[in-house]
């Protein structure tokens, strides 16, 4: 699929893991905004990227005037877990556009739940975990930053989690704080107050987007956030039934958040962590 000939007017915005999800959600959003964007959907597989934009042109059905922008869609490989496919990634991008105005950094995953019973080891599933959701992800930020910086208006966007708090695991109502019983061993553990790889790397990457601000706090131009999309029922961790315990919304509230987001519905919040609105955290996740 070739760029239309208009493509220097449109945001251009770069969503890894966009095949499914809150990635997929979120392109669907940006479809339906009136403002232009060429959306790179980044994907590990061609093939994923290339049924999702099929099914996102189908929602939108471009045919209608009224249907949304002018927007077009890009697949994108790229796997967090190689350098080599983070660079491959890069000079696609590159090749195709000279400025990146937006990175939503929204791949991720988590392993606590299904990993044991899939034959990970604790170690596999803690090197897995940070592997994507902390290194591959600040790799692919730093690969990344010549394109901002020929953006008037760049954004950097992180997926973090309402888990990724060190204040929350002080208050005894919150849901995945929840102590088992005395003594050793604990009884197992459904998910509940478990999923420690995950809420543990999605905090390291807190500490990733606070650095971030301070390595770019003199270019001024640049907006950074953790985004808190709220529990909503994905892919994520390969367990819906878990998911829909922790009362998981639909994806789309969070597409239509991180668009907000984008479209700067929370500048005044640069540098935190954010939440959609009416989440029980508030509209700022605490650290
Ligand atoms: N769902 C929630 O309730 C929730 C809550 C808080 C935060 N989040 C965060 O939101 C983000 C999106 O997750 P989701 O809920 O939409 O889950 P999802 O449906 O599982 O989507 C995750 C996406 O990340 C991709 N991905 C996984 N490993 C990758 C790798 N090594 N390299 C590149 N891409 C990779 C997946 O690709 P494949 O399709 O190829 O597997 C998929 O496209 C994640 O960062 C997650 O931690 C989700």
């Not at 009224?66 to 490989?77: A, H, L, R, Y």
């Not at 690969?143 to 950097?156: D, E, G, K, T, V």
């Not at 459904?190 to 990733?208: D, P, Q, R, V």
Request: a negative charge; glycine letters at 10%.
């Amino acid at each position: 699929m070739s760029l239309s000939p208009n493509t220097e007017l449109k945001t251009k915005v770069l969503i890894t893991g966009a095949n499914t999800g809150i990635g997929y959600e979120t392109c669907l959003a940006l479809l339906r905004s009136q403002i232009p964007y060429t959306i790179f959907l980044g994907s590990r597989s061609k093939t994923n990227a290339e049924n999702a934009i099929k099914k996102l042109y189908e929602q939108i059905d471009f045919d209608q005037p009224s249907s949304g922008s002018d927007s077009e869609v890009i697949p994108v490989v790229v796997d967090l877990e190689s350098d080599e496919s983070i660079s491959a990634c890069y000079e696609e991008v590159k090749s195709r556009t000279d400025k990146l105005d937006v990175l939503v950094n929204n791949a991720g995953a988590a392993f606590d739940g299904t990993g044991p019973k899939n034959g990970m080891s604790q170690r596999e599933i803690f090197n897995r975990t940070f592997d994507i959701n902390v290194t591959g992800t600040h790799i692919l930020t730093q690969r990344f930053i010549p394109l901002l910086f020929n953006s008037a208006n760049p954004r950097i966007l992180f997926l973090t989690s309402g888990s990724a708090s060190l204040s929350r695991t002080e208050d005894p109502h919150f849901s995945l704080n929840k102590s088992p019983g005395p003594g050793w061993p604990k009884e197992e553990e459904e998910g509940e107050g478990g999923y420690l790889s995950y809420k543990s790397s999605k905090l390291a990457l807190n500490m990733i987007m606070r650095d971030w601000i301070r390595l770019l706090r003199n270019d001024d131009k640049f907006k950074i956030w953790s985004i808190n999309p709220g529990t909503v029922l994905t892919g994520l961790g390969g367990d819906k039934e878990q998911l829909k315990k922790w009362n998981a919304k639909s994806p789309e509230t969070s597409g239509i958040f991180i668009r907000d987001v984008i479209e700067g519905k929370r500048d005044d919040q640069v540098g935190k962590s954010v939440s959609p609105p009416g989440g029980p955290s508030g509209n700022i996740l605490p650290w």
